[in-house]
């Protein structure tokens, strides 16, 4: 396995990048990336493994949507620096729910795809809410509250995590539970559109609350003052 490995030239890269097709028809799906491991893991199992850059770990293609990608082959190129894959894709590529995240044309921004498939419930709220966000970063800010924000910058954006956090204090305090939940939405959302504006992933954040759990909080508080 070391020696399939090391034909990839990993001291241009860490991360390799992948190009992703579907073995019936050569449509692109995706372009991702993989570290050593996922590709390893990927030859191991011929199940799709990347490294996920907003997530910042290896994740399972489809590990939430049940959505895998088996691979029928791997080609490098001739600079050995980027991957081919084959595969075969169960349900869609993109967590939009098209096929091929290949779906906006560049000139226009017309969108060339429908979508096939609700993730919603398969990636959650929250993460397909983030998505949407991302999206947002490029359209139209006379149409879109969120492109408005994005578009507007940190000061902004911040003001508003600040305003919600306020809100939702005022709430809480009133003993308004309607309230509590209208607002600690709201702050959500912007929280989110924060964490957007510099590529956070909420998996993240999920990783960080997993860490931490099992341990106390004064030893969490401790092992961050130890920092």
């Not at 084959?86 to 967590?95: D, L, W």
């Not at 709220?125 to 509250?145: C, F, G, M």
């Not at 309230?179 to 924060?194: K, N, R, S």
Request: hydrophobic residues 35%; charged residues 30%; proline residues 1%.
């Amino acid at each position: 396995m070391e020696e399939i490995l090391n034909r990839v030239d990993w001291e241009k890269q860490d991360l390799l990048p992948v190009i992703v097709q579907e073995v019936s028809t050569n449509e692109v799906l995706m372009m991702a990336y993989m570290d050593k491991e996922a590709l390893g893991l990927s030859l191991e199992t011929n199940i799709a493994h990347y490294y996920s850059r907003s997530k910042q770990r290896i994740w399972k293609k489809g590990e939430s949507s049940g959505h895998i990608q088996t691979i029928h082959s791997f080609n490098l190129d001739c600079d050995n620096d980027t991957l081919l894959i084959k595969v075969t894709q169960e349900g869609v590529a993109c967590h939009t729910g098209r096929k091929s995240c290949f779906f906006t044309e560049l000139k226009t921004g017309e969108t060339t795809s429908e979508v096939e498939v609700d993730t919603t419930a398969a990636y959650g709220v929250i993460d397909t809410l983030y998505h949407t966000i991302q999206e947002r970063k490029n359209a139209d800010p006379s149409e879109s509250w969120t492109a408005k924000l994005l578009h507007k910058g940190e000061n902004t954006i911040l003001k508003k995590v600040v305003e919600e956090a306020g809100e939702y204090c005022f709430a809480h305090k009133d003993n308004d539970e309607e309230e509590m939940v209208y607002e600690a939405a709201d702050l959500t959302y912007h929280m989110l559109v924060a964490l957007a504006s510099k590529n956070i992933s909420p998996d993240r954040i999920k990783q960080e609350l997993a860490r931490r759990f099992g341990m106390s909080g004064i030893a969490e508080k401790n092992s961050r003052d130890d920092k």
